[in-house]
């Protein structure tokens, strides 16, 4: 059973667009979410997260977005460079208090910008 | 340098043998998460550990296994390997809170033939 689902395993931008990278789950326990950017030979790196007490999170040309309702989330990207094509995986956790949570994530989106 | 180190980086070996996965977290992490990530899927949790202990179990098999050593350092074994078992794992180290998520390795590509 797929918690978090990332519907879209590939999306192409122009450079200087926007990218919008969509992401569902349905485990309505998850409280936290996050993004992580994975280049080729090399591990995920953290990119935001938002809690699910706000809507919306940004940081810098990055922003997530989040509709608790529709268990939803996604992330924007502003302008879209050639440097942020990778895998994007979405995660979410839930509170399970202290240092014992788990990610559990989604099966990514590749991007691909083209200058 | 993500301040998680994995290795080896690639590994090629039969089916049926036994490997070992190592793992040092980034300095003052107690928590060590292992994830496989096979062709076309996700990250697949496979188990975690805090400062020694298991603390939680995701989709590992019965001939994988783990530990956390009191250095903090963790291996994952893997036994009678399939060829199924062909993937990338990699290991994350987290600090108390989940803020920030967690820190990758650049993973250990394991390929059976």
């Known amino acids: 059973d797929q918690q978090v689902k990332q519907n879209s395993p590939s999306l192409s931008v122009q450079e200087g667009r926007i990218s919008i990278l969509n992401c569902d789950y349905t485990n309505s326990m998850f409280d936290y979410f996050l993004w992580y950017k994975k280049y080729p030979a090399e591990g995920p790196t953290f990119l935001i997260s938002i809690s699910s007490i706000k809507d919306k999170n940004e940081d810098g040309r990055f922003t997530v977005f989040l509709n608790k309702s529709a268990k939803h989330l996604s992330l924007h990207i502003v302008p879209s460079q050639p440097g942020d094509s990778a895998v994007y995986f979405c995660?979410?956790?839930?509170?399970?208090?202290?240092?014992?949570?788990?990610?559990?994530f989604g099966k990514g989106t590749l991007l691909t910008v083209n200058p | 340098d993500s301040g998680v180190t994995q290795t080896p980086k690639h590994l090629i070996t039969a089916t049926g043998q036994r490997v070992t996965l190592r793992c040092s977290p980034r300095s003052g992490d107690l928590s060590v998460y292992w994830y496989q990530q096979s062709l076309d899927q996700g990250l697949q949790f496979l188990i975690q550990?805090?400062?020694?202990?298991?603390?939680a179990k995701g989709n590992i098999l019965e001939r994988f296994s783990a530990q956390q050593f009191p250095d903090l350092h963790s291996e994952l074994n893997l036994s009678s390997l399939e060829l199924g078992d062909s993937a990338l794992y990699f290991c994350?180290?987290?600090?108390?809170?989940?803020?920030?998520?967690?820190?990758f390795g650049s993973g250990t590509r394991l390929t059976v033939v």
């Open positions: 550990y805090y400062n020694g202990e298991e603390r």
């Open positions: 994350a180290s987290s600090t108390q809170g989940r803020n920030y998520g967690y820190t």
């Open positions: 995660a979410a956790s839930s509170n399970s208090g202290g240092s014992n949570y788990k990610l559990t």
